[in-house]
């Protein structure tokens, strides 16, 4: 395999992020070799012509850039490691990208392993939610060698609107974390805002609508505000999967003695959340737990604009 440019694709794992990253990918003109545990999630990406088969070693045989994206870091060194793994297969000058969101630890030990079978690893963690999937306009962050981000990049234009090259590896993961801190911590400060509003009588649909408009407004606020209004706690980004990566951070911060009052919060109170059942819910759920403590319901009238 030669460092030509980038034409078959591998994606193994489509679920709610993947199968839209997937669906972009074929409608920039790659052609697309898949596997995901749950051969059902590939309907869609099968029906526009992408090529299924039973394993990441099968991917990995077939493409120039196979691309991951599963939930968690053992997730990961499954795929890439375990028995059918990528790396029973890889060629000299396969790209590995993993875009899922995982430790920056394992992420190294990973790329590492890699270079044994002449292959590099790119860590390309994404933020955007499902909707920045659907639409191709995610944010992604990505460490590795330089040579194998230039030749990746065509194929992470396909998927997204902002895309960074932070630095070596771990170092795609690591910002994640930082956005991760951010999402969290902003998440928390919207329920705040909207249980203090509820608890004061406020015409909420108002609050957002003023908002929205001011210095405190934030991605969180505008968009999973606006759900927590409406009742919508569909999942965008699960809690469960949000608490997730709230872990990862709370092990990094650990690594590197940083204290990170904030984000530790959130965490807590998620598991609130998961405890109570509500783990594949989208992130907003959050507000729940306010609404109990402070005996308030948090409800607006407007449909979403």
């Known amino acids: 395999m030669t460092a030509d440019k980038i034409s078959r694709v591998g994606f193994i794992g489509l679920g709610i992020m ?3 990253m997937a ?3 074929m409608k920039a003109g790659f052609s697309l070799v898949v596997h995901t545990r749950t051969r059902e999630t590939s309907k869609a990406v099968i029906e526009q012509g992408a090529t299924y088969v039973d394993s990441p070693a099968a991917v990995a045989a077939a493409v120039d850039m196979a691309i991951i994206m599963v939930p968690d870091s053992s997730d990961v060194e499954l795929v890439a490691a375990g028995p059918n793994g990528v790396f029973e ?15 920056p630890s394992v992420t190294r030990d990973l790329a590492a392993r890699a270079a044994t079978h002449g292959c590099q690893w790119l860590d390309a963690p994404v933020s955007g939610g499902e909707l920045g999937a659907i639409n191709g306009t995610l944010t992604i962050m990505i460490g590795g ?11 992470f234009e396909g998927m997204g609107k902002r895309i960074t090259h932070i630095g070596p590896s771990g170092h795609g993961q690591t910002a994640k974390l930082c956005n991760q801190i951010l999402a969290g911590v902003n998440l928390l400060a ?3 805002a909207l249980a203090l509003g509820a608890k004061a009588g406020l ?6 609508e003023a908002l929205t408009g001011g210095a405190g407004n934030s991605w969180a606020f505008q968009n999973l505000g606006r759900k927590m209004l409406n009742g919508d706690y569909e999942p965008a980004f699960k809690v469960k999967l949000q608490n997730k990566d709230l872990r990862l951070v709370s092990e990094a911060a650990r690594e ?9 919060l959130v965490q807590g109170l998620l598991r609130v959340l998961e405890a109570d059942g509500k783990g594949e819910k989208g992130t907003q759920a959050l507000i729940t737990v306010f609404e109990k403590l402070a ?6 009238v407007q449909p979403a604009s």
């Open 145 to 155: 060698e330089t040579s194998a981000f230039d030749r990746a990049k065509p194929v």
């Open 190 to 192: 919207s329920c705040e």
């Open 18 to 20: 993947g199968r839209p």
């Open 295 to 300: 005996a308030t319901t948090v409800k607006g």
């Open 89 to 103: 297969t890889a060629k000299r000058g396969l790209i590995i990208a993993d875009m899922s969101t995982i430790s």
């Open 23 to 25: 669906l972009n990918l």
């Open 256 to 264: 590197l003695q940083v204290p990170l009052f904030g984000s530790e």
């Open 203 to 208: 015409d909420l649909d108002k609050v957002h």
